[in-house]
């Protein structure tokens, strides 16, 4: 095969290989919902959520992937073991969300009210956290990998047994958070506030921590 015919076979496959676009995102009303929701459909996917009331709804498994939630009352509601890949919920006001056991790989909750919610076993892997209170939330067990923590209140928070390798902490608030027996491996934990937080048992390898506040914190075992 000469040099020519090798170079037109090798941008043949390129193009072969090129992702196709990604699925518009589509407005989706309450009544429009409402009528998908009773007529046994719940898979949504691209959609943009806007002023739906998911209230004393059963979403317990419902897929909402690369969804947009928009001024939706969330407060309280449970979306356990729901898909919600990359959705987005910027902003919002979700305090006591029960979002145990979600699918939310790359989701987004920036700047958003996540005060006592419930992210139980939840996969969180390069979700954006950035800005976002999660006081005295739950996410135990949960895997935080290569998450975005910038910036974010973690006051009391429960991380208990969560995978957070390579997750960024940056300038976060964790003061009495607890980490026990959590991966923080390669994590990034510069200029945090620590205080009273419990690092008991925690695996971490490689994490960036030469600024960290190390006041009153528990590293037994670290």
């Not at 317990?60 to 890949?85: H, M, P, W």
């Not at 607890?178 to 490689?206: K, P």
Request: aromatic share 10%; hydrophobic share 35%; net charge positive.
């Amino acid at each position: 095969m000469d040099w020519l015919t090798k170079l037109f076979s090798q941008e043949n496959q390129q193009k072969n290989e090129t992702p196709k676009p990604a699925a518009p995102i589509k407005s989706l009303t309450h009544k429009e919902f409402k009528n998908k929701y009773d007529n046994g459909e719940r898979q949504f996917k691209n959609y943009i959520l806007d002023n739906i009331n998911l209230k004393k709804i059963n979403l317990y498994g419902v897929s909402f992937e690369n969804c947009t939630f928009q001024l939706i009352d969330l407060r309280d509601v449970s979306l356990r073991d729901a898909n919600l890949k990359q959705a987005n919920f910027d902003g919002m006001k979700l305090k006591g969300i029960d979002l145990s056991n979600a699918a939310l790989h790359q989701a987004s909750f920036v700047a958003t009210d996540l005060r006592a919610s419930n992210f139980t076993g939840a996969t969180l892997t390069k979700v954006d956290f950035h800005y976002t209170n999660l006081y005295y939330a739950c996410l135990r067990g949960s895997n935080l990998s290569e998450a975005n923590l910038q910036n974010a209140e973690l006051t009391h928070a429960n991380f208990k047994e969560a995978n957070l390798s390579n997750a960024n902490l940056n300038n976060s608030n964790l003061a009495w958070a607890d980490f026990t027996r959590s991966n923080l491996c390669g994590a990034n934990l510069l200029n945090t506030n620590s205080f009273d937080a419990d690092f008991y048992n925690a695996e971490m390898r490689n994490c960036l921590m030469n600024k960290m506040s190390y006041t009153h914190k528990n590293f037994s075992k670290s």
